[in-house]
C-alpha cells in the first residue's frame, strides 16, 4: 500500500507520535541534553593512514541514495558517563557516516515497503526485518517529509532501519557507538563546539533553539563539519550506543539550547520520551515526546568489520 493511500485509509484517528500537526515538541527541563562534566572531550586523528574514498549508496527497488562519507581512524578521550570523575580513552577505526541525517524519504521506504512492487510478497533477507507499527498520523508534526529528518523514532526502529539497509545491501551498516558519533561530530577540533569556543559559531552549522524556530529543516542547509557530515549539531537528535552500554541521544535538537550542542551532551531515554504513549504496552517503535529524535548510520568498512571503536 502506498503512503498516501495509506493515509487515507486511517484518516484523522488520534496520533501515536505526540503533538499535532505543526506544533513543535517541547523537552522538558530535566530531559534536555546534559554532558557528563564541563570537561571537554578531545580526539587525535590519525591523518597518515590510508584513506577511504566517499560513496553513494543506492537503495534497490527505489530511487534514493544515500551519501556515505569517510572518517578517519584515531582516538577519542571522553567522560566517563559512570564515574565523572574520570576519563576514558577510545580507539576508532576508518568508517563511514551518512553524510546527512537518514530522511524520511529513507525511513518511508523501509517502513511502507516501497522498495516492493504493490502487492508483492517479499521473500529476501531484508523482508525479514521487522519493520515498525505504521502511525496514525503522519508522524513528522507537518514540518516536512522530502528531504526532512525522520523524527519520532525510537532505538529499535533506528537500529532496524540500519538491519533493513544492511541486508539490502550485503554491507555493514549499523547505527554508531557514542565515542565514534563524537569523534565523527569533532572532526579534529578540540574546541568547545566543533565550530569554535564560541557559542556564536554555532548558527552557521547547526539548528537549534536560537534559529531553527521550532521545527526541523531540509537536511544539509546548515554548513557541514571539516569531515563533510551535516547536522550533526541540531536539526534531529541522533540515537548512539552510549558508553555505558545505554542508548543516547547525541547532538542536540532544533528545540534544544546552545549548552546541548555541545559534542559531549547526552540524553538517555528513561521513558520519559513516551510518557503520554497511550497504547498499553507503550510503542516500542514511536516516542510520542521524542518529536527531536532522528539518526544516521554508519558503515563498516571490511576490513575494519571486527574493530569498530565502541
Not at 48 to 65: F, H, N, Q, R, W
Not at 134 to 162: L, M, Q
Amino acid at each position: 500500500m502506498s503512503i498516501s493511500a495509506y493515509l487515507s485509509v486511517v484518516g484523522t484517528s488520534v496520533a501515536v507520535v505526540g503533538a499535532r500537526a505543526g506544533e513543535p515538541p517541547v523537552i522538558p527541563p530535566d530531559l534536555m541534553p546534559t554532558a557528563p562534566s564541563e570537561k571537554a572531550s578531545s580526539v587525535a586523528v590519525k591523518n597518515d593512514a590510508p584513506k577511504l574514498e566517499p560513496y553513494t549508496e543506492t537503495i534497490s527497488g527505489t530511487v534514493l541514495t544515500i551519501d556515505m562519507s569517510p572518517i578517519p581512524p584515531g582516538t577519542i578521550t571522553m567522560t566517563d558517563p559512570a564515574d565523572p570523575t574520570k576519563s576514558v580513552t577510545k580507539e576508532i577505526s576508518a568508517l563511514y557516516f551518512s553524510t546527512v541525517e537518514i530522511s524520511w524519504d529513507h525511513y518511508n521506504a523501509f517502513l511502507f515497503g516501497l522498495d516492493k512492487p504493490e502487492g508483492a510478497v517479499g521473500t529476501t533477507a531484508a523482508d525479514a526485518v521487522t519493520k515498525p507499527t505504521k502511525p496514525y498520523v503522519s508522524a513528522d508534526r507537518g514540518f516536512g517529509t522530502t528531504g526532512y529528518p525522520v523524527i519520532s523514532t525510537s532505538y529499535r526502529g533506528a537500529e532496524n532501519f540500519a538491519a533493513w539497509l544492511a541486508a539490502k545491501t550485503g554491507k555493514k551498516y549499523r547505527l554508531p557507538t557514542e565515542a565514534e558519533w563524537e569523534y565523527a561530530c569533532r572532526a579534529g577540533a578540540n574546541t568547545k563546539y566543533p565550530s569554535g569556543d564560541d557559542a556564536a559559531s554555532l548558527d552557521a552549522v547547526a539548528w537549534f533553539a536560537d534559529n531553527a524556530e521550532a521545527k526541523t529543516h531540509l537536511l544539509g542547509s546548515k554548513e557541514a563539519n571539516a569531515w563533510g557530515l551535516y547536522d550533526m549539531m541540531g536539526n534531529a537528535g541522533e540515537w548512539a550506543k552510549g558508553l555505558d552500554n545505554k542508548w543516547v541521544i547525541k547532538g542536540g535538537s532544533f528545540v534544544a539550547d546552545a549548552n546541548a550542542m555541545r559534542p559531549e551532551a547526552r540524553l538517555v531515554n528513561t521513558g520519559a520520551l513516551n510518557a503520554s504513549d497511550p497504547n498499553i504496552p507503550k510503542s516500542k517503535w514511536w516516542l510520542t515526546e521524542g518529536g527531536f529524535v532522528g539518526f544516521r548510520v554508519v558503515c563498516e568498512p571490511e576490513a575494519n568489520a571486527k574493530s569498530a571503536g565502541k
